[in-house]
């Protein structure tokens, strides 16, 4: 927690700050970074999974058997924080299902499975927008949605949420450190594209409103260093850094605190403190998308480790498979016993080679025992304290250690567990081995699922409540008719009240109407007027038998 | 002699007073001790504990007339937040392990739409009606299996919830998860 001064590419110094914490780690980079980028080679079918990023999954606009066109969109964001999906080359969608995907959990999930006809034909691209600083934040955001942009240094937050603060920013932080051993992408990519990485930078100015920025590289990576000083040297508006090479300074809190000596609050966002940051892969492709209208469909990654033949970088379209890249990269020596998807220190291992690159897949590393000997099992903790010391974000990580063992979720919150960015500096520095971070993220998940099950609750016990209000109503209801009834059932009926008398009365009054309407008209009502012959044979029988009765009366 | 107790007298019906017009006056609706536990309890309704839903079982246990082990699906979690809560020493649930979670299915070809079901549902997560068939609805279903006994042609299963990325955890360490151990396939290459 110091200020120190640090010479700078225009070889003055400047003023730098220096986090709490942190390890020097041996940066094997040299084992990537000497060759330029490959562009690799079409892959014999794409996985394209619909979850790539934090938040929610893309939707799938295209069913199995269609064609697609490369750039085309397939998967439409579902909500505010989720990212498009597209075609990374034209082909044929053989299927849309769960296959492996690139999750420390090692499960499927829905993916769109491609398989390219080798045309490479595009779809029809939104124009570019090279008179952007005219244009309204909001349709150059919708264009960077469009386009599936999302944090490509590994977290892979949708970027144009990110680009959304909602709060005045005054200064944008475009992150090089690249901080993790191994990882060269970021590196290559500055050496090579530094002007695509500068043409990023106005836009991502203009959607924020900041004034200046920054761009902090770790002095590991001079060639990238020089790169981005000689190509920004024309704009005042940024300033290249070079900063000393220190694990973490790569982690967004890190190099905002490393750059400015403002740290960003816990539970808070960088925004809060009027500050954006990007890792430089992202304004690459910000600039792809709104000056060429091209989406993210490729990146650059590393594939190196001693268990890879000719480690190096390629340029890959998102969804090629594991094996392909490797394949590419001189094949497998035998030697690595691992797979792992990121760098050493925060990556995680893939179970099989099969699984496709995704987003957020900077690194693919295979390292052989020696490169990453296996801990053996944990030792008991004893309590040196050098987890602290390590730890970047000033923790207790030994307090959190204790909690998350005991499965104490309320007490490990109590030391900030949600303030620790997995790192894996503590455990780096432990002498018994013990893997702190995996008792991190058992307890961050615990406490998630927790919340789940706790707010499903409160949603049964609000359903289940409404349910017995809905019955109670209704027995209510039931027993005021039922009440209704009985009191009408149980009136005595008082005299000349009966209603069934009152009916005859009634019907008796109206036949009596009827008979003096006809009455006044001078008619007799009669129903013999109308009558077959049948009938009237019939009545006229009935009238002889009638008068023979009465004639027999008077004889009798 | 006289003036203390009289003093006395007087101080205990003043006293009597001010605490007769506080409890009317700061009178509580309800049990808060019932509410803080029904808060902890799972909500899935289902009766297990021997009471009809989870309220009447948090208001037993508030009096102290039911213990604090009784609900299956909350398993030693609850128990230990209600022991905490309550300030008991905790004691083993009864009832085994809790299950994992599922929820409710109707086979659509068995389903004879005799609405027995729906009215067995704590949280109307059935939707149906006479003679048409009925579905559950996954978003609601507890899982608390009330429905399946009043089935007459027992069409409906519990189906388990499968994890996904979302809802997947890292296990606890030491218990590895399979996809970090499993370098074989990369080696053999």
Not at chain 1, 131 to 152: K, M, N, Q, S
Request: proline share 9%; glycine share 8%.
């Amino acid at each position: 927690m110091s200020v120190h001064r640090y010479p700078q590419p225009s070889g003055r110094s400047r003023r730098l700050w220096r986090f709490h914490g942190g390890v020097h780690l041996p940066d094997r980079k040299a084992l990537s970074n000497t060759r330029p980028p490959l562009r690799a080679e079409l892959p014999g079918r794409l996985i394209l999974p619909l979850q790539q990023h934090i938040g929610e999954a893309a939707e799938p606009l295209v069913k199995a058997g269609d064609r697609v066109l490369k750039g085309q969109l397939i998967g439409r964001p579902r909500s505010y924080v989720s990212a498009a999906l597209h075609a990374p080359t034209s082909g044929r969608v053989t299927a849309i299902e769960d296959h492996p995907v690139p999750h420390p959990s090692g499960l499927s999930a829905p993916c769109i499975l491609i398989e390219p006809d080798g045309e490479e034909r595009w779809a029809e691209l939104p124009e570019p927008m090279p008179d952007f600083g005219t244009r309204d934040p909001a349709e150059i955001r919708e264009r960077i949605r469009w386009a599936g942009i999302v944090g490509l240094g590994g977290a892979a937050f949708p970027a144009s949420v990110k680009l959304n603060p909602g709060r005045p920013i005054h200064t944008l932080i475009l992150n090089g450190a690249e901080c993790e051993p191994y990882i060269t992408c970021d590196d290559l990519l500055m050496r090579g594209r530094p002007e695509a990485i500068l043409e990023g930078i106005p836009i991502l100015l203009h959607l924020t409103g900041a004034e200046r920025c920054l761009i902090g590289i770790e002095d590991n990576k001079p060639e990238a260093i020089r790169a981005l000083y000689e190509a920004a040297r024309g704009d005042e508006r940024i300033e290249v850094v070079r900063i000393p090479t220190l694990y973490p300074s790569g982690g967004e809190k890190q190099l905002i605190y490393v750059l400015t000596g403002k740290e960003v609050p816990s539970n808070g966002l960088p925004a809060d403190i009027g500050m954006v940051c990007h890792n430089v892969g992202t304004a690459a492709a910000i600039a792809d998308a709104v000056l060429r209208g091209r989406p993210l469909i490729s990146r650059l990654v590393t594939v190196t480790g001693g268990g890879v033949a000719q480690p190096g970088n390629f340029e890959a379209l998102i969804g090629t498979p594991v094996a392909d890249l490797i394949r590419q990269a001189g094949g497998y020596t035998g030697r690595g016993d691992r797979l792992v998807l990121g760098g050493p220190m925060m990556g995680f291992a893939l179970s099989d080679d099969g699984i496709p690159l995704h987003k957020a897949g900077n690194c693919l590393l295979l390292p052989t025992p020696e490169e990453a000997p296996d801990p053996g099992s944990a030792l008991a903790c004893i309590r040196c304290g050098r987890c602290a010391e390590a730890c970047p974000v000033n923790l207790l990580p030994q307090q959190l250690y204790w909690f998350a063992r005991a499965k104490d979720l309320d007490r490990v919150q109590d030391f900030n567990l949600f303030d620790c960015i997995e790192c894996a500096c503590c455990a780096q520095v432990c002498p018994s081995h013990i893997p702190l971070v995996q008792y991190y993220r058992y307890a961050k998940t615990e406490i998630w699922e927790r919340e789940r099950e706790r707010r499903q609750a409160e949603h049964a016990r609000r359903r289940h409540e409404a349910r017995q209000a809905r019955l109670e109503r209704l027995e209510r209801e039931r027993q005021a008719r039922l009440r209704k009834k009985k009191a009408a059932l149980a009136k005595p009926p008082a005299k000349g009240d009966d209603p069934r008398k009152a009916a005859i009365e009634a019907a008796k009054r109206r036949a009596a109407e009827k008979r003096a309407a006809l009455a006044a008209q001078g008619k007799t009502p009669r129903n013999t007027e109308n009558l077959t012959p049948a009938q009237r044979r019939q009545v006229e029988a009935a009238e002889a038998r009638r008068a023979a009765a009465a004639g027999s009366d008077t004889q009798e | 002699m006289l003036i203390a107790i009289t003093a006395m007298a007087l101080l205990a019906g003043a006293f009597g007073l001010l605490l007769g017009y506080a409890s009317v006056r700061f009178h509580v609706e309800g049990d808060p001790i019932a509410d803080q536990i029904d808060a902890l309890l799972p909500q899935t309704q289902c009766g297990q504990c021997g009471y009809p839903g989870c309220r009447p079982y948090a208001e037993a246990v508030a009096k102290g007339e039911a213990e604090i082990n009784l609900c299956v699906p909350g398993g030693e979690t609850v128990m230990v937040s209600l022991a905490d809560l309550l300030g008991r020493d905790p004691v083993p649930v009864e009832g085994g392990e809790a299950k994992p979670k599922a929820v409710a299915w109707i086979d659509p070809q068995e389903c004879i739409g005799c609405t027995l079901c729906l009215q067995a549902c704590p949280v109307d997560a059935i939707l149906g009606a006479a003679k048409q068939l009925h579905v559950v609805l996954r978003e609601e279903c507890t899982g608390c299996e009330l429905c399946l006994p009043p089935c007459p042609v027992d069409c409906i299963h519990m189906h388990p919830i499968a994890t996904d990325l979302k809802t997947w955890k890292w296990p606890y360490p030491g218990t590895r998860p399979v996809a970090a151990s499993a370098p074989t396939q990369v080696a053999a290459n």
